[in-house]
């Protein structure tokens, strides 16, 4: 007897995690699913196991035991996913037994694999629990949540439908997924779920904006689940140009005025305006070398904003955002002064060189105005004894620089030249001159 039992309950437990009936479970006397032969288990003097083929998760299940002995104590043990339920109930004067097994046992769809002892006599069976109608609203969960609208990116919206205990339904069971594209198109996937999910794919288009996904299940009560958003988002700017804004006059290399750069607005290949916060690197090269700065797009357009160099000469600059990078702009930078009058003279034993007043080149740009205090001034004064140096600042467009040359004939000078905004010019000597 209880070498029977060991085996039965061996199958009885590959049955209720789902693998009895798949492993080829072979019933035993007395065995039944739904409907039994009431004779035919009689004769095997084994008791008879009455029990539904199918129910709803959650509902109660009516287990009935007829041919035991009246009287006798009738053990029930319900094996399911949840693990192990062991009744016991005693037969009545007819030899039958009845009882129900509730929620507790049968709210998680599946096999549920019951054996029956009462004496020597053992019977078995199996109920295949089902899942329950969907109650609750769906979840839909899209990833990515961002896709590129270039007609070809791909997002996958997934849901997890369940009843009321948390089974889902069956594989094939019909799932539409419903879907509102950013240009207000409205598209219907319609799916089945499979391996415990439904799931369709989401290609992009070629508008960004964005759009809205849900699913709903069509039952006697449909459940339709809430929306979640899906964003698409402008491919990568077709190449464009950079432009210099409108300035007074022509740019001069003064090293102060500001340059103002634009991009056009910047557009994917398909029209698509870039986000605002997109980021642009500008890049130069100039007269002073090369430099980089970042800036962001409002609007589509990014703006820059650069200081004139010091050095007059062609600034070259371009700029990149996401992989596109523009043609090169030029801007050339004249020199901040036409005119550079510089004279020496011996004063307290020595060289003083007066340099100015200086004024921009460009009328336009100033109406001749005298050029920025501080902007610096070299003086380079070669002698018989080496070169020597001073460096000051406009005041007033001018400056006034000494250097340690004395007038006593033992240093001979022999040229001088000031250099101020990259342009120089020689400094008349003629009052000095021996």
């Known amino acids: 007897m209880r070498g029977r039992v060991a085996g039965v309950l061996a199958g009885l437990l590959l049955a209720g995690t789902g693998l009895g009936l798949g492993a080829g479970l072979v019933p035993g006397p007395g065995a039944r699913a739904g409907a039994v032969d009431p004779a035919g288990a009689a004769a095997a003097g084994d008791p008879v196991l009455r029990l539904p083929e199918t129910v709803v998760a959650g509902e109660d299940v009516a287990v009935g035991v007829v041919g035991v002995e009246p009287g006798a104590a009738v053990r029930v043990l319900a094996v399911t996913g949840l693990g192990q339920r062991v009744e016991e109930v005693v037969a009545d004067e007819d030899g039958a037994a009845r009882l129900v097994l509730g929620a507790a046992v049968t709210r998680q ?45 791909l997002a996958m919206a997934v849901a997890i439908p369940v009843d009321t205990w948390g089974n889902a339904p069956l594989d094939g069971t019909p799932v539409t997924v419903h879907r509102v594209r950013p240009d207000g198109v409205t598209e219907q996937s319609a799916v089945q779920v499979g391996g415990l999910l439904a799931w369709a794919e989401m290609f992009s288009g070629t508008v960004a904006g964005t759009g809205r996904v849900w699913t709903s299940l069509e039952q006697p009560d449909e459940v339709v689940g809430p929306a979640t958003s899906l964003v698409e988002v402008p491919a990568p700017p077709r190449r464009f140009g950079l432009r210099l804004v409108d300035t007074v006059g022509a ?34 090269t100039g007269a002073e070398g090369a430099g980089s700065t970042v800036t962001t797009t409002v609007g589509g357009i990014a703006r820059v904003v650069l200081q004139a160099p010091s050095r007059p000469g062609p600034l070259v600059v371009r700029a990149t955002s996401r992989g596109t990078r523009s043609g090169a702009l030029r801007v ?91 342009v120089g010019a020689a400094v008349d000597l003629t009052a000095v001159a021996r």
């Open 109 to 153: 769809a599946g096999l549920m694999s019951l054996l029956v002892t009462s004496g020597d006599g053992v019977a078995e069976g199996v109920v295949d629990v089902r899942p329950g109608p969907v109650e609750d609203a769906v979840q839909t969960v899209v990833g990515a949540r961002t896709i590129v609208a270039d007609d070809a990116d």
């Open 251 to 284: 740019p001069v290399a003064d090293g102060r005025s500001l340059l103002e750069l634009r991009t056009p607005v910047l557009r994917d290949a398909f029209g698509n305006v870039q986000l605002d916060g997109t980021a642009v690197t500008i890049t130069w």
């Open 332 to 422: 050339d930078l004249g020199p901040a002064v036409d005119e550079l009058p510089a004279v020496g003279r011996w004063r307290d034993g020595l060289l003083e060189v007066t340099v100015g007043p200086l004024r921009r080149t460009d009328v336009a740009t100033g109406g001749g105005a005298l050029l920025d205090d501080g902007t610096p001034v070299d003086l380079v004064v070669r002698t018989s004894d080496g070169p020597r140096v001073a460096a000051g600042q406009l005041v007033d467009g001018r400056a006034v620089l000494s250097v340690p040359v004395t007038d006593d004939g033992s240093v001979r000078v022999r040229s001088a030249l000031v250099r101020v905004l990259g």
